[in-house]
């Protein structure tokens, strides 16, 4: 099988290019939570059109191989859909519960396989990527004074719902044009952009930012990073800004790491800092305490929503676990037993199993990624930088139904699962 990439720009390339530049346009008709699945299938389709004519007279384009990383995660969601099935028959949920559990599967778990399987094996460039993330940005950039106007000038909060929700979702809010949303404890502004809910926008803005410091034209990242954090800002995420803080500075110390100067810097400012240690500890527990009373109530509920999940899950189905969410009890306010985080969420709905599916990629991404972001590798800092949000954010968010939103990071995932399987080939034909 030909595997040389080709030197005209391919289909693919524009489609993802496409796309993602159209972000802005596609959320305005509602049609985001479509055009995740739609394009992860698609792109995939191509993917096993090329392989299943790559012996015939058809002058089509190379792939590349799968990598194993990407092979872990293939492997991981079909667990997935494995604890799924086994859950529904263990717990007699029906044939058309099944179904639709499956369908839901497909456009969730599925995609955290198809985006980096297609970015790894077919001929998608990471400027693709970065270029097409700074339109996006540009547009939130140019919005965001609108939607901070909207409340002030009497424009409601929900401008209408996409008829797209009959193509079935997990709510209304997938599909709705919202400006903003007001916070009931506070009456204050918050802003979700282009995602469901706001925190999801926290998390959107975090990869924006990630993708942003990688470009190297110096107007655009200045966009890109601005954009971002507008968004971060705005959403009023306190998970959002914890990852603003944490993420992108430990991805750059990765990819600086082999400097001897970094070193040396890190080493000058432990020490000046070492007298000042019990202060900066006493800080940060403030910082802690009052961001997590920023809006108690939500604490206190995602809490008892993770205690009732692991209890019920080690009680009643520790291995393959319950099948689906189930409503909570009144002191939740009747939120859904295993939503909000992602390990209670697979702990209750499909068990151990379902947990080491999602475990199991992400450590091997996360050692992987982090190997190539030391070795300097631009799709490897930005692949480190987003296995890091997500782990991040799977303490706060359920992963899999955020995937449609995710598919950039993910696809670029795929690119440096890519250029690390080269390395290392290339590092064995050295030897």
Not at 38 to 65: E, K, M, Q, W
Not at 81 to 91: M, P
Not at 286 to 304: G, H, I, P, Y
Not at 411 to 431: H, K, L, W
């Amino acid at each position: 099988m030909d595997t040389s990439p080709h030197h005209s720009r391919a289909p693919e390339d524009f489609i993802v290019a496409l796309a993602l530049a159209a972000t802005w346009p596609v959320y305005l008709v509602g049609g985001l939570y479509v055009l995740g699945p739609v394009l992860g299938v698609g792109l995939t389709g191509l993917l096993l059109a090329r392989v299943y004519l790559a012996d015939s007279d058809l002058n089509v384009r190379g792939v590349f191989p799968v990598p194993a990383g990407v092979w872990v995660w293939v492997v991981g969601m079909l667990v997935m859909l494995l604890a799924l099935e086994v859950g529904h028959a263990s717990n007699n949920l029906g044939l058309g519960q099944t179904i639709k559990s499956t369908i839901g599967w497909a456009k969730g778990w599925a995609l955290l396989a198809l985006f980096p399987l297609v970015g790894a094996c077919l001929n998608i460039r990471l400027e693709t990527i970065i270029r097409a993330a700074g339109i996006v940005a540009l547009g939130s950039l140019v919005l965001t004074p609108i939607f901070l106007m909207a409340p002030k000038v009497g424009l409601p909060e929900v401008l209408f719902v996409s008829p797209l929700k009959l193509v079935g979702g997990p709510g209304p809010e997938f599909f709705a044009i919202q400006l903003y949303s007001i916070e009931p404890t506070d009456g204050s502004t918050r802003l979700r952009y282009f995602t469901p809910w706001s925190p999801a926008a926290g998390l959107i803005g975090n990869m924006y930012l990630i993708l942003a410091l990688a470009d190297r034209r110096k107007v655009w990242k200045w966009i890109g990073i601005i954009s971002a954090l507008c968004i971060i800002l705005f959403s009023k995420s306190r998970l959002a800004l914890a990852a603003a803080l944490f993420i992108w500075p430990l991805v750059i110390a990765v990819g600086e790491s082999r400097r001897p100067l970094m070193w040396l810097t890190a080493a000058c400012g432990l020490f000046m800092l070492t007298p000042f240690a019990q202060m900066i500890l006493d800080t940060v527990d403030s910082t802690l305490n009052s961001v997590k009373s920023m809006r108690a109530d939500s604490t206190r509920v995602r809490e008892a929503l993770g205690d009732i999940a692991v209890q019920r899950w080690w009680t009643e189905a520790p291995i393959w676990g319950h099948g689906v969410v189930e409503r909570g009890p009144h002191f939740v306010e009747f939120m859904p037993i295993g939503s909000h985080h992602t390990w209670y969420g697979l702990l209750f709905v499909k068990g151990i199993v379902g947990a080491l599916a999602l475990a199991v990629p992400l450590v091997w991404s996360l050692i992987e990624f982090a190997l190539l972001a030391f070795a300097k590798s631009p799709a490897g800092r930005i692949a480190f930088g987003m296995v890091l949000l997500m782990a991040f954010y799977s303490i706060g968010e359920n992963l899999e139904i955020l995937s449609y939103l995710m598919w950039p990071g993910l696809v670029v995932m795929g690119i440096a699962a890519r250029e690390a399987t080269m390395a290392g080939r290339d590092r064995a034909a050295a030897a």
